[in-house]
């Protein structure tokens, strides 16, 4: 199984960054596919972003499309969420999320879809 912990959540300015990390532990991330999620108080968990093992496919929400990316650092056991130009509607209770990998090599979008989650790392972004 693996553990996953979140950090890097913090308090910003709209217009500004953050850069959210997940580290994983019991077992390499390169064996799990991979999701970002987000919670906003009163709503619904929803994806974010979303890539296959590989990173041969990804999903990206168009809320997040052109200021939200993805990497992974496998040496690391990392995968990070690098946020630019937030909006205040950006500020919600962010969440990794891991499942073991298939043979199909997709994405999963689903809440439902994952096994593993991280315990959540706030980010506010004030106007």
């Known amino acids: 199984q693996v553990q996953l912990v979140e950090s890097g959540g913090g308090l910003v300015q709209a217009g500004g960054s953050l850069r959210l990390s997940c580290a994983a532990s019991?077992?390499?991330?390169?064996?799990?596919?991979m999701g970002w999620f987000r919670q906003a108080p009163g709503k619904e968990r929803e994806v974010v972003i979303a890539i296959s093992w590989s990173g041969s496919s990804a999903y990206y929400a168009d809320s997040v499309k052109g200021r939200f990316t993805f990497s992974r650092d496998n040496a690391e056991n990392t995968v990070y969420l690098q946020m630019n130009s937030l909006k205040p509607e950006d500020t919600a209770v962010y969440y990794c999320?891991?499942?073991?990998?298939?043979?199909?090599?997709?994405?999963?979008?689903?809440?439902?879809?994952?096994?593993?989650w991280g315990q959540g790392t706030q980010v506010t972004v004030s106007s």
């Open positions: 999320a891991a499942r073991s990998r298939t043979l199909g090599g997709g994405y999963y979008l689903q809440r439902l879809d994952y096994g593993y």
């Open positions: 019991g077992r390499s991330i390169s064996s799990y596919d």
